[in-house]
C-alpha cells in the first residue's frame, strides 16, 4: 500500500513557518505590552491557521484508515492521526537535511519508527507488554511514501520510548561520509 505522506514542497514551508514564528517570538521577547501581545497572538494565530491548512493532504483520509486498521481499537502509545505520520516525514528530512544529504541523493531512504510505551519501572516488574504501531516511510523522488503501517507489541518498562531511525542507501551513505570529512585534507 503507498499513501503519499508530504511533499518536499509542504516540509520547506513548513520549516520556513517555524522561522517565521520563532522570529516573531525572539522579536517580542517574553514580557510585551498588552497591545503587542494581542497583535503577537493574533499573528501567531493566523500562522497557525496557515500551517493547518498547508499540511493537509488527499492523503489523510487513506493514512487514517491505515492507522486505524493497524491499531485496531488501542488507542494509548500508538500513532493515531495522519499528522503523526507526517511529524515522522518531518524528522527524516531534518536528519538528512541536518547531515548534509543533497535532494538528490535521499531517494530511496528509508524511515522506520515505533511508537513509544510506558517507561516506568513498575512496568517492567510485570513483565508486561504494550500494543505500539510501527511506521515504515520510503523517499521517492520528491516524496515520502508511507509503505507500511502495523500494529506490533514492545515490552514496557525502560527503553520503551519511541524509536525512530533512518536508513541511508550507498549513494547517501557515501554523501554523509564526504560531508563529514570535507574540512579535512
Not at 487514517?64 to 494509548?76: P, T, Y
Not at 515505533?114 to 517492567?124: E, H, I, K, N
Not at 516511510?137 to 515520502?144: C, E, G, K, M, P
Request: overall charge positive.
Amino acid at each position: 500500500m503507498k499513501l503519499t505522506a508530504m511533499r518536499i514542497a509542504d516540509y520547506k514551508a513548513h520549516k520556513k513557518w517555524q522561522k517565521d514564528r520563532e522570529a516573531v517570538r525572539r522579536t517580542f521577547g517574553y514580557s510585551p505590552s498588552p497591545e503587542v501581545q494581542e497583535n503577537l497572538t493574533k499573528h501567531l494565530e493566523q500562522m497557525d491557521a496557515m500551517n493547518e491548512r498547508r499540511v493537509r493532504s488527499p492523503h489523510y483520509r487513506n493514512i487514517a484508515d491505515a492507522l486505524s486498521e493497524a491499531n485496531g481499537k488501542a488507542f494509548a502509545h500508538t500513532y493515531n492521526s495522519p499528522q503523526d505520520v507526517v511529524d515522522l516525514a518531518y524528522r527524516a528530512e531534518e536528519l538528512l537535511d541536518k547531515h548534509g544529504v543533497p535532494q538528490n541523493k535521499r531517494r530511496n531512504c528509508t524511515a522506520v519508527a515505533y511508537s513509544g510505551v510506558p517507561t516506568s519501572r513498575a512496568y517492567a516488574r510485570s513483565g508486561r507488554s504494550a500494543v505500539a504501531t510501527k511506521v515504515v516511510l520510503l523517499r521517492v523522488a520528491s516524496l515520502w511514501y508511507v509503505t507500511n503501517v502495523e500494529r506490533c507489541e514492545r515490552y514496557t518498562g525502560p527503553g520503551g520510548a519511541e524509536k525512530f531511525s533512518v536508513g541511508l542507501t550507498d549513494v547517501a551513505r557515501e554523501a554523509v561520509i564526504a560531508n563529514a570529512l570535507s574540512d579535512f585534507n
